[in-house]
């Protein structure tokens, strides 16, 4: 089954400025995911740089600008991406036909509410979900062709549609 999988990804700081672990981790998720899946990567200006710099391929971009809001300091930064990402999910349209995986690239606001009202429309067009919260900075260790968590967050999003078929040992416990 083809499942829609969004990414919020509101803060990013494109490489090779910045990197960190949990974004090399959902680049490279993507990566994979992207063969099977529709992959949406919404977020500002550096989320599309990091995509970029990567080389990811099939996937599509949601660009919410905000960057020209940097020259007034990280807290009205923040606030802008906060705001201009509700603004956008509240304006997507979802087709009723895609299940939908929702991942928050961290649990800062402009990542994490974004991602909250978009699992918030998608519970309330799709009925009532099981909902697993994670942050995309945990910890993977990787074991062979499986990978194995080994941190949680309980803010990030990632939305896991009922009766869909699993495949191969993606997030196996050992």
């Known amino acids: 089954m083809v499942m ?7 803060n990013i700081i494109p490489p090779p400025i910045l990197l960190s672990g949990g974004d ?8 994979r995911w992207s063969k099977e899946h529709r992959v949406t990567v919404y977020g500002n200006e550096g989320a ?6 990567f080389g990811l391929q099939g996937i599509e971009h949601e660009t ?12 009205v930064w923040w606030l802008a991406q906060t705001i201009i990402g509700c603004q956008r999910i509240k304006k997507l349209n979802l087709s ?7 991942f928050a690239s961290s649990e800062f606001q402009p990542n994490s ?20 919260f994670l942050c995309a900075e945990m910890v993977f260790q990787g074991a062979g062709s499986r990978l194995v968590v080994h941190g949680v967050s ?5 939305h896991f549609p009922p009766n869909v078929e699993r495949g191969g040992n993606d ?3 050992g």
């Open 113 to 132: 509410i974004p991602a909250l009202r978009l699992k918030k429309k998608v519970s309330k067009r799709e009925g009532c979900r099981w909902f697993l």
């Open 48 to 53: 599309r740089q990091l995509c970029d710099y």
């Open 154 to 158: 309980s803010v990030s999003t990632i």
């Open 4 to 10: 829609h999988i969004h990414w919020i990804a509101n």
């Open 171 to 173: 997030f196996d416990d």
């Open 24 to 31: 090399r981790i959902m680049v490279e998720c993507i990566r």
């Open 64 to 75: 919410w600008p905000s960057d020209h809001w940097k020259c007034f300091g990280r807290p």
């Open 96 to 102: 009723p036909d895609e299940k939908h995986l929702i």
